[in-house]
């Protein structure tokens, strides 16, 4: 794959497609860490005289967190200290103008690429090839620099579509995603603890799936809703409150998949013990064993319990690769993040090599000063897919550019 050093930028128009997708509260983004991760590249282009194209997406139509990219115009110049110019348009006039009048060491930021419908379904690379956002925005374009590792198990025309149109290189947070994702991936080093939770369940079963039968992990601790369904699976009833709320977001349908998971690796997948529950408005926590657990009927469990944590944390400090995935609970509520912190810390404090990843959760970690892990990935699903044994959609297009390219065609 092209790699950033490989080419001269000096005075050429550069399409960055970054991930900048944030979490959002009340309008205004609450982290910067993805704008932070992808700075190297942007201040690298820059240096080296590029006119700097950037796009992002963030979110998908109809969220509460789907809006404009003028704050992370304000973001993105804030810590550069250069202006990068919000452009209210993706691939009309008025953006070309714009990509025209660009001087070098000049950049801007166009609107969120999922505005154009084209963005918003995934398809075959030849296919984003011919969209009207590929076909309009090529012929200004002299290289595309591919940074949006959170976005890479995605097919859509801003990450895929020129790849055989221009040299298409990996900006240096994807390059550093790729290594320490490989790394974990395929060290002989044992033992090699995965922790998977969070909401994305169905992810994180194929993860354990993969890595389970493939014999690239030693033990997998859950936590989160993924926790909740392993737990049913190995037939603990969870209280009538939580059961409806996982059978409206529909996991109840997983549990088949997890007991088979189970039955398959019964020993290698660890469940939690006790459980936090909001009782009253406060944090109580309840032994999965004990008569107390009635209150699940009417209590929402939130995170993972102090006796869980501490059972977690003696196995991951003598773990010698980590891989872990998702909150252990809702942290964004102080009294239930102790899970979450708990565990993170743990990884941190650990001497292995540890990958940890899970779109906004990371946020966690900065908000509660961890330090220790090896490499916090900005990806979530992205990294998810990654550990799944698929094939990223946006790495096989940095190969294609690559093969096309490589001899200067
Ligand atoms: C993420 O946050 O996981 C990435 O930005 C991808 O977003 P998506 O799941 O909406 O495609």
Redesign the pocket.
Known sequence: MFRLADFNFHGRTVFLRA?L?SPIEKGRIISDARFRAVLPTVKHLLEDGAKLVIGT?Q??PYKGDYTTTEEHARILSELLGQEVEYVEDIFGRYAREKIKGLEPGEAIILENLRFAAEEIKYKPLEECERTFFVRKLAPLIDYVVNDAF??AH?SQPSLVGFARLKPMAMGFLMEREIKALTRAYGTDERPRVYVLGGAKVEDSLRVAENVLRNGKADLILTGGLVGHVFTLAKGFYLGDSNIEFMERIGLLGLVDRAEKILDDFYPYVRTPVDFAIDYKGERLEIDLLSDEKRLFDEHPILDIGSRTVEKYGDILKGARVIVANGPMGVFEREEFALGTVGVFKAIGESSGFSVVGG?HSIASIYRYNITGISHISTG???MLSFFSGEKLPVLEALRVSYERFKDGA
Do not use: L
């Open positions: 991930d997708n997406h979110s998908k959170a976005a995605r779109g979530g699903g992205a």
